[in-house]
């Protein structure tokens, strides 16, 4: 009972502070996204269900508040963006969850992150795109928050397909802010079974990465 009290915990301050972090983020108007930082963090820390849940239900959280903070009408697309979120979480638990190999030393633990963000990246890519092409041109009203639009008219003059124009920007973004977000989630995980250890009377088994 308590692990589950704890996980409801540490899910609603991961969903609070992606959302500060992400309003603070566009504020600087950065070429990232950043926003997946404590939901990878929750999924080392929790598991698959926790951070699934979080990703569901961060876009369309974070739509309805840019919306309200811009005065704009609903840009419901933007919901859909969540199952990029899901993917992450996915990718980031299928290769963390149980593997001793991932413990076994720092290098390999940093080459095991590294595959993180890159298998991450690629579905996050594609499964974004997929989205922008074939599903946003089903929806009325355009988002103005999506930092790929800047990028993307540039690749269609150059006669490339509307998924190709949405995917090639995404590519060095989504890879940069991959590698960010998970080697940071994965240092926000150490800090907390670092403060799980110092405050349990009973050894932890923390593993050496």
Sequence with gaps: MKKIWTSI???????VLNVIFQIFVSRLHLIVWLDTIFVVALTFYSGLVP????AAVYNPIMTLIFCALNNTEIFYFDFLYSICGMLIVTVTWIFSHKKKEFFFSR???????????????FV????????????????????????????????KKFNYSAFLSFLLPR???????????????YGLYRLLLKI?????????NLQEG
């Design 171 to 185: 590519i060095p973004i989504s890879v940069l802010d991959r590698l960010i977000c998970t080697f940071s989630g």
């Design 107 to 121: 290098t390999v633990t940093v080459l095991y992150l590294v595959l993180i963000a890159f298998c991450s990246a």
């Design 51 to 54: 951070g699934l849940i979080v």
């Design 124 to 155: 996050s890519c594609f499964s974004a795109s997929a989205l922008d092409t074939f599903v946003r041109p089903l929806f009325s009203l355009q988002s103005p928050f999506n930092i790929i639009d800047g990028f993307s008219p540039v690749f």
């Design 196 to 204: 799980q250890l110092s405050s349990s009377p009973a050894p932890v």
């Design 9 to 15: 915990i540490l899910s609603i301050f991961a969903l």
